[in-house]
């Protein structure tokens, strides 16, 4: 038989009731307490919603007797019924019988007040932040989103496969990969070490996916990815959670028309099913959000290749920190006049100069250019990166040899193109960047619950 708490109802749940209830169980942590004549008033979140719900402890209850040492922050066990309530603002409170404290919170100590923190601040209480209406909203917008893109590759024919964390291979060549030894710091050679060679963290999943997608056809893998980048900007962590789909028998185009309908339909179901947390982000944070993510979903994605969007750059009036110049990789403020100004939605730009991408896309007919495309968000910048991935195993080897790379290190990369290849290709996309769309949050620090960053390795 379940126990009394198994039994609890949660707040949303609670909000949502037709009708009055007996004995009914909630638990969570006191967002507020006030006191007046014979009546005490706690305001209860059990993190399950935004709202809160109103607790009345009359001085003839049998929770008054456990009442003295409850205050902000503190965790409680309520028990009482469910009743309409003649205040403004609420439709239910909870007229208390009996209260159980669990755990209480100093109010000398507690860090988390009624009034605004700072970001910056609660970056420093990162373990507490998700008991704020902001990050509690943020946290649950991000597991819905996450359950969205199951959802879609589900949908869509998609298998879900698990890739390696640990890797002997750089997938994308950049070289700024964590190393994972198990060999004291003195050690001179990885002979001796777990693995019997170098070992690091994926910076991503993507080979192992193309595997797998040349044997299943279309997969996709969500996980960690992790890059040693001394990088300070609000876009960047040294670990984040990519979203990586491949598809056999698939071009660019179809690549393109991939990215773009998942980032279009997985906006469209966070704004059906987290209406009141994204607008607690349109009304404190970004006051054109939600229009902005409605008209993302309206309307399709500007294209242009990226010659095309050089040359919008290059004619505007616009000054740029960093020059405009065929072979420049895009910086955030070409991005953002692109999506912001010029076009005024997101763009999808394809057709980049093959010295600046990596050895795995597909060599175009010019020679100068391979088929990878970025599409690009407004406000957040590069959101995917994807490419049609080389097929051809002589002209895959010659690129490997070009940048210097061991093909030996690549052999069964290799192999996939030497033992029944087909056109495949495939995208990344930064989770904690579509989380930065969906809510306006302006640093990726606040869209993961313990961002890991230079120099920053708490909770």
């Known amino acids: 038989m ?223 990815a992790f890059r040693a980048e001394n990088s300070h900007t609000p876009r960047h962590c040294a670990e984040f959670w990519m979203v990586e789909p491949e598809m056999a028998f698939a071009d660019l185009e179809d690549d393109m028309d991939l990215g773009e309908d998942f980032i279009r339909q997985i906006v469209s179901r966070l704004l059906t099913r987290c209406p009141r947390d994204l607008d607690l982000f349109n009304r404190f944070v970004d006051t054109s959000l939600l229009n902005r993510l409605q008209r993302l979903t309206d309307a399709p994605f500007a294209r242009i290749p990226y010659a095309g969007a050089v040359e919008i750059l290059r004619e505007s009036a616009a000054s740029f920190a960093f020059p405009v110049f065929f072979g420049a990789d895009l910086q955030t403020e070409h991005e953002r006049f692109l999506t912001e100004e010029y076009f005024q939605r997101p763009v999808i730009v394809y057709d980049y100069p093959r010295e600046i991408k990596a050895f795995y896309m597909r060599a175009n007919d010019d020679g100068a250019t391979v088929a990878a495309m970025d599409i690009l968000a407004p406000r957040v910048g590069e959101l995917i990166g994807g490419s049609q991935r080389e097929e051809r195993p002589e002209v895959l080897e010659n690129r490997l040899r070009e940048l210097g790379r061991e093909e030996k290190d690549y052999w069964w990369y290799l192999d996939l193109r030497r033992f029944g290849s087909v056109p495949h290709a495939g995208f990344g996309l930064g989770f904690e960047r579509l989380l930065m769309l969906l809510t306006g949050a302006a640093n990726i620090r606040d869209v993961i619950p313990f961002p890991r960053t230079p120099k920053n390795l708490d909770f």
């Open 2 to 224: 379940p126990s009394a708490y198994a039994r609890r109802v949660l707040v949303a749940s609670a909000l949502a009731a037709s009708a009055p209830r007996r004995d009914i169980l909630v638990c969570g942590w006191v967002r507020t307490r006030r006191d007046a004549k014979g009546l005490t008033f706690l305001e209860i979140n059990d993190g399950s919603c935004l709202a809160n719900i109103q607790v009345i402890v009359t001085s003839a209850s049998r929770a008054r007797a456990c009442l003295d040492p409850v205050s902000t922050g503190a965790a409680v066990a309520v028990t009482g019924s469910l009743e309409e309530s003649p205040g403004k603002g609420q439709k239910w409170e909870i007229l208390a019988e009996d209260l159980t404290l669990f755990g209480g919170a100093d109010p000398e100590t507690f860090p988390l007040q009624k009034k605004r923190h700072s970001d910056e601040f609660l970056r420093t209480i990162a373990h507490l932040r998700p008991r704020t209406n902001k990050y509690g909203a943020m946290f649950r917008i991000r597991s819905e989103a996450a359950f969205a893109v199951h959802e879609y590759f589900r949908e869509k024919g998609f298998f879900h496969v698990h890739t390696p964390i640990l890797t002997g291979s750089d997938a994308e060549g950049a070289g700024e990969m964590f190393r994972v030894t198990t060999l004291p710091p003195a050690a001179a050679s990885f002979e001796d070490d777990f693995f019997g060679r170098e070992c690091a963290l994926t910076v991503s999943g993507q080979l192992e996916a193309e595997n797998m997608a040349l044997a299943l056809g279309r997969v996709y893998t969500f996980g960690p």
